[in-house]
Nanobody, 114 residues
Framework: QVQLVESGGGLVQPGGSLRLSCAAS??????MGWYRQAPGKQRELVAA????????DYADSVKGRFTIFRDFAKNTLYLRMNSLKPEDTAVYYC?????????WGQGTQVTVSS
């Protein structure tokens, strides 16, 4: 059974940091990524990484502040988020892509507020 389980969300003040984790099991993904969805908005790509971990891509709004990386031994995807802003508030979803289909985690809430 393929599973993606996120953790690490929470409430943080503006300028703070969080690290999201996504534990993957059941398959090896070609690419993985983090998406987010704020209330009333469409889900958007935040960051993505290839299977080898050598190629990454970021939304312009998070470049220089967020870092995506993989721990292959633990089969876990991470998103390190620094200098958080109120506009980063959203539910963050882990995504994994195989030849057959996309898989999604259940989401983890990130709230940036003073």
């Amino acid at each position: 059974q393929v599973q993606l389980v996120e953790s690490g969300g929470g409430l943080v003040q503006p300028g703070g940091s969080l690290r999201l984790s996504c534990a993957a099991s059941g398959t090896i993904f070609i690419t993985m990524g983090w998406y987010r969805q704020a209330p009333g908005k469409q889900r958007e790509l935040v960051a993505a990484i290839t299977r080898s971990g050598t190629t990454t891509d970021y939304a312009d709004s998070v470049k220089g502040r967020f870092t995506i990386f993989r721990d292959f031994a633990k089969n876990t995807l991470y998103l390190r988020m620094n200098s958080l802003k109120p506009e980063d508030t959203a539910v963050y979803y882990c995504n994994g892509v195989t030849i057959e289909r996309d898989y999604w985690g259940q989401g983890t809430q990130v709230t940036v507020s003073s």
